[in-house]
């Protein structure tokens, strides 16, 4: 149904791009910049990121020399979110789009854009995407019904994997702002050794998991268990979901296979649920996801905090 509603006006779009690159004074690939507004008619290149850790990183590397922009609303999951004609149109004349990949944008299969101006941050590493097969559908926050199959797409969860994503930025910016090359090094840099640390952490935390099994309330932690090899059974349960007796009872004969004590959640889930969770002799750890938030913000050390809480719960 999108593929029909998008296919007329973004080939309209693609015609009238080209029409402005003779007209409008664009870069190469009809790319628009905007102006700073101070005497020197100093234009920022404009940089398009549709997933929050590579906004946020964008915004590290070179927030003041770009205009960042971050379409996708506050209480959407990026990876169930769709452009609208007006943001594909944005996208199509950015000079920079910065996407996930790894199945976190499927709906750049239904539109038209220019393969010049985007960077798939995770697809030097597409060897290492990882297939979710019997998937369930099920709904969850105004994105409607939907299922985890297909790829899963939280790589920047996997420290390791997330520094080849940056390091894909650092780059593309470079290109942009070649005048501060040195300075898009030296803060990639940092970055890097800010996630050696954080790796350090997730196997410190590893050590004392041992080869006890976790439970996860959803299925979107694969990456992170992969790099550090746990063993984990994921649900499809939401934080603020009142739970079934049905639900308790498929929770149990879960159970019996995974003798789990600890359970990772997205975020708190209601007290009768961590009730129904310590009568089983389960504690709770909160991993954030990190699929959306402000791009002004340090995911690195909203990541730090997963680890962090992880560990601490290992320790009780």
Request: some cysteine; proline content about 6%; charged content about 25%.
């Amino acid at each position: 149904m999108l593929k029909t509603h998008f296919s007329f006006n973004y080939l309209g779009v693609v015609l009238i791009g080209s029409l402005l690159l003779v007209t409008a004074g664009c870069e190469p690939g009809g790319k628009e910049q905007t102006k700073t507004g101070d005497d020197s008619e100093q234009v920022r290149p404009v940089v398009i990121a549709v997933n929050y850790p590579l906004a946020n990183v964008a915004h590290q590397l070179a927030g003041e020399w770009i205009d960042l922009q971050y379409p996708v609303p506050e209480n959407v999951d990026p990876a169930y979110w769709r452009p609208n004609d007006a943001q594909v149109t944005a996208m199509q004349q950015a000079n920079l789009l910065l996407l996930n990949g790894a199945g976190h944008e499927p709906w750049r299969e239904q539109v038209v854009l220019s393969p010049l101006n985007q960077a798939i941050t995770s697809r030097g590493f597409h060897d290492q995407w990882i297939q979710v097969e019997d998937a369930v559908t099920h709904q969850h926050g105004p994105e409607g019904k939907h299922s985890h199959s297909g790829i899963a797409s939280t790589t920047w969860l996997d420290p390791i994997l997330f520094r080849e994503q940056i390091h894909v930025i650092t780059q593309t910016l470079i290109k942009l702002l070649p005048d501060s090359r040195e300075e898009n090094l030296k803060r990639e840099k940092e970055l890097d050794a800010e996630l050696d640390q954080l790796d350090q952490q997730w196997k410190a935390a590893t050590k004392k998991l041992g080869d006890r099994p976790l439970i996860a309330s959803h299925p979107v932690y694969q990456y992170l268990a992969k790099r550090y090899g746990w063993k984990v059974d994921s649900l499809h349960w939401e934080p603020e979901q009142k739970l079934s007796k049905k639900e308790w009872g498929q929770f149990d004969k879960l159970r019996e296979k995974n003798q789990a004590t600890l359970m990772i959640w997205e975020a708190e889930p209601l007290a009768e649920t961590k009730a129904e969770l310590d009568k089983r002799g389960i504690k709770i750890v909160v991993i954030k996801p990190l699929s959306n938030g402000p791009p002004e913000e340090n995911v690195l050390g909203e990541m730090k905090g997963n680890a962090e809480r992880f560990e601490a719960a290992l320790s009780k």
